[in-house]
T-cell receptor, first 112, second 115 residues
């Protein structure tokens, strides 16, 4: 059983469209992170959220941490081809002894 | 460029063999993490070292071992390789030893193919 479930697994959209991807779990997390990974490269941290209900914005990307700290969403406004990549969520559980657990990711393709 | 370097970029070997992957962390970072990424399992945490000492262990097989040297570079040793060990192996580094508060910077990875 995957600790972090990401949906959808694949998403292909046209440039200019909006989209939301999700990261869900039955566990409570002390913090949650979103990464973007481009082909042939390692993941790059986009944001860390730590407070239930927290909303963070990074240009056209909006990240939200659920009130119960069990889930998160990433919304992209007016997607561009440069947003193409694998979006990974990762989280720590309390008492996880420093282990960062990753979801399997959402592979986003933005077509020009 | 994250500042984390990994060598080699690609590695092709045969079942039963042993390989060593190398990682140099960003200047000033004391922690090194190793991850394995495969299509079916996703990105899996293997092991963390902080300032030369093992700090946390994840889903690392007994056939795998790692160490961090006094100059803080790290090596991941994979032995008795099996077809299922084919994957991308990433190293990440951070300044401190607490991943929940420290940003991890990932290297470009080593793609291991076991034939």
């Amino acid at each position: 059983t995957q600790l972090l479930e990401q949906s959808p697994q694949f998403l292909s959209i046209q440039e200019g469209e909006n989209l939301t991807v999700y990261c869900n779990s039955s566990s409570v997390f002390s913090s949650l992170q979103w990464y973007r990974q481009e082909p042939g490269e390692g993941p790059v941290l986009l944001v860390t959220v730590v407070t239930g209900g927290e909303v963070k914005k990074l240009k056209r990307l909006t990240f939200q941490f659920g009130d119960a700290r069990k889930d998160s969403s990433l919304h992209i406004t007016a997607a561009q081809p440069g947003d193409t990549g694998l979006y990974l969520c990762a989280a720590y559980r309390r008492g996880s002894n420093y282990k960062l657990t990753f979801g399997k990711g959402t592979l986003l393709t933005v077509n020009p | 460029d994250s500042g984390v370097t990994q060598t080699p970029k690609h590695l092709i070997t045969a079942t039963g063999q042993r390989v060593t992957l190398r990682c140099s962390p960003r200047s000033g970072d004391l922690s090194v993490y190793w991850y394995q990424q495969s299509l079916d399992q996703g990105l899996q945490f293997l092991i963390q070292y902080y300032n030369g000492e093992e700090r946390a262990k994840g889903n690392i097989l007994e056939r795998f071992s790692a160490q961090q040297f006094p100059d803080l570079h790290s090596e991941l040793n994979l032995s008795s390789l099996e077809l299922g060990d084919s994957a991308l192996y990433f190293c990440a580094s951070s300044k401190g030893g607490t991943p929940s508060t420290d940003t991890q910077y990932f290297g470009p990875g080593t793609r291991l193919t076991v034939l």
